[in-house]
């Protein structure tokens, strides 16, 4: 392990692509380049929030360089002192933003540091978010605040901790220098403190990467900065890409001979590589969606920029993990149209990958790669069934094995389950329910408990439009399509929310404990249907303790929660770090089992007091509390 200065940079990427090397931070279009090297901006009085020792130690570095008792630490992780090899640049990209193409994108507020080789071979980059203003800042100032800063370094390390493909995050460095944020976008401005994180991944290369070409956008009338220059800039870029983050394909394919020849841009010319290539980037993003749906976990900004061209996850804005289950679930409070839910994640992240074929057919015909396509459906299917067998802890497959989670996913959905304390629980459930009755009563008393109540489900399932405007939009369109297409929106869209409308007129209707009754009904139908499925794997053999170990490790306890995160962030912005501190410890260890005895029988309690005739006024026990709490 090394100290900070002894680190060793092999910064490929910035001498094997096109760089701008002007310096000049203005915004502008950058056309020719991939990167333009910049500055980072400097902070007052730089402290250290929290580190994450095993992501640093990737780059080789020596947890005690972490400690607080090295005062300069911060300041390498600031910005305010470059580590020695480090050379600052941001990355040009364009992209397609809520499906419409936006032209220039680029690194507005990240920036790259350089590349460590460590002592295991393999090549990390490292990039600051939050280090000050770019050629592509636009009109932002290139900072971060306190807030997005902490989400974003815990859910990186929450996801890595999950099993989920990650970028890592390394430090979360805060400072007395104040930005102006306006957090509600009501017009009541604070100021915030600049905050600056590092982010560590093998590239932060993504979709957008390769949309610098496109011609003018029938739709937007936007172009690519570097639109025409394809012949001079894509196969160096698709090189460095497969050679340096693909190498198993570039041998396989002979990647040296085909650099030496250059041979692209020729519709009978292509070269196999490519083909190979964009398949697997295609696979590995269908299975990375996969990993997302089955954790309950919403991306907010599935953009092409926000694409890794590696599989992995990138660019953590308004992430969610989902609470009760919603299939229509949004976590981006910008997405009016709701365009990213939780349900539609598969579908647009294939969509992407489309206009990904779209972006490198100069060197890859279309009709070639978007044949490749089909694989994502087939991969994404592959995935999802093996992650979702494991969360319910069968191991041999039978036909009817979709329509049994389906129908749980049906389940969840009408009772307002929660979705990680629910697939946890699952795993009490016995093997035999007829020789546990008891242990079988249990288990559905506390799934009963993470059902929502019906005001709160009625409240968060109503439609986004106001009454009085639905029913005008529904008139609208059934009279005039046209008009309503105008203003945004199909008549589809409109039947949905009028469907939402109902739904949340009947839970409003609903008293608690007659919910309460139907979740039971529900749960107590489905779990027989489970228990005859789970009686078929005894008779094949399947080992009781090892289905609960396989569901304990891929169903965690615990996930980065929204709330979890306000509350250290709060902590954080007057200043004690330690609740964020005390948060990635927990969330390092997502699926332990200290404790949990505790928590499930205070949950058994919950539900079987809910659907009683006294639910309403019959309060948890102190005891109760502080086990669902522990």
Not at 20 to 44: E, I, M, W
Not at 85 to 90: C, K, L, R, T
Not at 360 to 377: C, M, Q, S
Not at 481 to 505: C, D, F, N, V, W
Request: proline share 6%.
């Amino acid at each position: 392990m090394k100290k900070l200065e002894e680190i060793e940079f092999d910064n490929l990427t910035l001498r094997t692509l096109p760089v701008d090397d002007s310096y000049n931070p203005n915004t502008r279009q950058v056309p020719g380049a991939c990167f333009s090297l910049v500055a980072p901006g400097k902070v007052d009085n730089p402290q250290l929030v929290a580190a994450s020792p095993e992501a640093l130690s990737l780059l080789d570095i020596d947890p005690s360089e972490v400690q607080i008792k090295r005062p300069d630490f911060v300041k390498f992780f600031s910005g305010n002192r470059p580590l020695p090899g480090s050379q600052y640049a941001a990355h040009c990209y364009a992209g397609h933003q809520f499906g419409y193409f936006s032209g220039q994108l680029g690194d507005g507020a990240a920036m790259y540091i350089g590349e460590v080789v460590n002592s295991a071979g393999e090549r990390w980059e490292l990039q600051f978010k939050g280090a000050g203003p770019t050629p592509y800042s636009r009109a932002a100032d290139g900072r971060k605040v306190l807030r997005s800063s902490v989400r974003e370094f815990l859910c990186s390390e929450a996801m890595y901790h999950l099993g989920v493909p990650t970028t890592r995050a390394g430090t979360c460095v805060t400072s007395d220098t104040r930005i102006v944020r306006d957090p509600l976008y009501d017009g009541n401005a604070i100021r915030e403190r600049a905050t600056v994180i590092t982010r560590i991944a093998p590239t932060f290369l993504r979709f957008g990467s390769f949309e610098i070409f496109k011609p003018t956008d029938s739709q937007t009338g936007r172009t690519g900065p570097s639109v025409g220059r394809e012949a001079e800039m894509l196969p160096a870029m698709l090189h460095h890409t497969i050679r340096t983050y693909y190498p198993h394909l570039w041998a396989e394919h002979g990647g040296d001979a085909l650099a030496a020849s250059h041979r692209a841009g020729n519709e009978d010319a292509w070269h196999p590589l490519y083909r190979a290539w964009f398949g697997e980037v295609v696979r590995r993003t269908a299975s990375l969606v996969a990993a997302w749906q089955a954790v309950g976990w919403c991306h907010g900004v599935l953009n092409t920029d926000n694409m890794s061209i590696i599989g992995v996850t990138i660019d953590y804005g308004p992430f969610g993990f989902l609470d009760a289950y919603d299939p229509n679930h949004v976590c981006n409070g910008s997405d009016d149209g709701g365009r990213y839910t939780y349900k539609a994640q598969p579908d647009i992240c294939r969509w992407n990958c489309a206009k990904l074929a779209e972006a490198v057919k100069w060197a890859l015909p279309e009709r070639i790669a978007k044949a490749e396509l089909a694989v994502y459906d087939e991969e994404y299917r592959r995935t999802y069934t093996r992650l979702m067998r494991a969360k319910l802890g069968l191991t041999k497959q039978e036909e009817g094995d979709e329509g049994l989670v389906a129908d749980l996913f049906q389940l969840m959905d009408e009772a307002g389950a929660d979705f990680t304390s629910t697939f946890r629980t699952l795993a009490r459930f016995p093997m035999d329910p007829a020789a546990d009755p008891s242990a079988a009563r249990d288990t559905e008393d506390a799934l009963v408990s993470y059902c929502t109540e019906p005001e709160v489900l009625a409240a968060q399932r109503g439609s986004r439009i106001p009454p009085q405007n639905l029913t005008m939009l529904l008139q609208l369109a059934q009279r005039d399509p046209a008009l309503l297409a105008q203003l945004g929106a199909t008549p589809g869209m409109i039947q949905e929310e009028a469907e939402r409308h109902k739904a949340s007129e009947k839970l409003r209707a609903m008293s608690a404990q007659d919910k309460a009754r139907a979740d039971r009904t529900a749960w107590a139908q489905w779990l027989t249907r489970y228990g005859e499925r789970l009686g078929r794997e005894v008779a094949a053999g399947a080992d009781p303790a090892a289905r609960v170990a396989t569901m304990n490790a891929t169903n965690p306890r615990f996930v980065l929660r929204n709330w979890m995160a306000h509350e250290a962030i709060q902590a954080a912005e007057g200043g004690d770090f330690s609740q964020v501190q005390d948060l990635l410890e927990l969330l390092r260890t997502p699926f332990t089992t200290e404790n949990e005895d505790a928590s499930f029988r205070a949950a058994v309690a919950r539900g079987r007091r809910a659907s009683e005739p006294s639910a309403v006024a019959a309060p948890a026990s102190a005891e109760e509390a502080a086990a669902a709490a522990a």
